[in-house]
């Protein structure tokens, strides 16, 4: 069953181009509310953490230096439908292939720095929220 909330962040490189709140204004016009944000930076041991999945893939290295590299902004965002909802606003992974209007189109420099991240599921959106916001059912 679909829950109204998932996880969100705004990647290094968006934040340091300066573009958090023309994100953060996008996210909310589209319906969404901000139920949890909060700036900070993630060491390459953190950044190893939360993309553990990753581990055995060839990027997983690249992947951890660059979430490590400047501040990053997670949110815990809500609506009806929100994974779907947002994973349509964000765009394509590669931003060359994200419809435009969405964020990647706007924001993304290239397919690792495509200025955000979105929960891919209810069950991910969970866990990923829960490793940045440690009462994330108090939200």
Do not use: W
Not at 128 to 134: I, L, V, W
């Amino acid at each position: 069953m679909p829950t109204n909330r998932t996880f969100t962040m705004i990647k290094p490189d968006a934040v340091k181009d300066g573009h958090s709140g023309s994100i953060i204004k996008m996210i909310e016009a589209a319906g969404f509310r901000v139920v949890a944000l909060k700036k900070t930076l993630l060491t390459p041991e953190r950044a190893g953490e939360f993309y553990a999945v990753h581990s055995e893939r060839p990027f997983y290295n690249d992947l951890c230096k660059y979430m490590s590299s400047g501040p990053i902004v997670p949110m815990i965002l809500e609506k009806e439908n929100a994974v779907a909802d947002f994973r349509t606003l964000i765009g394509a992974t590669n931003p060359a292939n994200a419809a435009e209007g969405t964020i990647r189109k706007l924001f993304a420099i290239s397919m690792e720095a495509n200025a955000i991240h979105g929960s891919d599921s209810d069950e991910n959106a969970q866990i990923e929220g829960s490793f940045f916001f440690a009462h994330v059912d108090q939200y």
